[in-house]
């Protein structure tokens, strides 16, 4: 009876304690709905790139062998997946496009999975690509190139251009989703900064400077974030397991006791018996 008890409050400890990790793994994925501020050009350049959040569908117009620049924000924890959607003219040589990631340091980041480069074939009226990046890291060594908290570069251009079709219109689809990895991908420090371009150069001080050198020293090239702000996904499911597995060895410990202890204390036997 006494064991009973004790696996009971075990099996209770352990829905509260994984009651927060359901609530996470429930949380409603990015919003599908119609984007009514979403941006409809695109940026030449870096310095120029248009800012856009994740979940919006951002389109642009141009010209074949134009370079088609968008930034968006990318916080620890979560693992960007880009895509884009090239239409075409209906008339075209087979070409090849190509969708690239940079990161706040315009470090070109590799992609886990998915056609970052792809031909479309003659005549063919649109030609899609995707990027899905490693997860974010909140922090790294130096030496490495892991993608980090802060301001990430899409760039979209072809690669493989016959001169006849130069200059022909085009038009591009441009979305970022991400997933949130969680625990899995948690680290042992953090940014002070996250990476975003300009954000070294802010200052709030200097009061006797005049208002013109004042807002060029606090100007910040990108002001994207996410919704929640950066290093929002402090709290991960690891410290729920790690809370689940601490409960669990205490009453591992307790139901040991209870198991050789014994049920009572031996009888007396009367002496010279």
Known sequence: MRITHVLSAALLAVGLAAGPAAADDASPSPSTSEDSGAPTQAGTSFRTATEIDQGQQATASGSTGDYLYWSFPADAGQRPDVRATVKLPGSHAAQTWQIDVYDGLRRRQACQYGAQTRTAAQGATSVELACVMRTVRAWSEPWADDPLPGTYYIR???????????????????????????????????????????????????????????????AVLSSIEPDDGWSSGWWTDRWVWTGIGGVLAALAGIGGYALTRGTGRPSRVPPGA
């Open 156 to 218: 979209l251009t072809v690669v493989n251009l016959g001169s006849a079709d130069l200059g022909q219109p085009m038009s591009a689809e441009v979305r970022v989703d991400s997933e949130d990895i969680g625990g899995s991908a948690a680290v042992d420090g953090s940014l002070a900064k996250p990476l975003v371009p300009g954000i070294a150069v802010k200052s709030e001080s200097d009061d006797s400077s005049s208002s013109s050198s004042k807002s060029a020293k606090s």
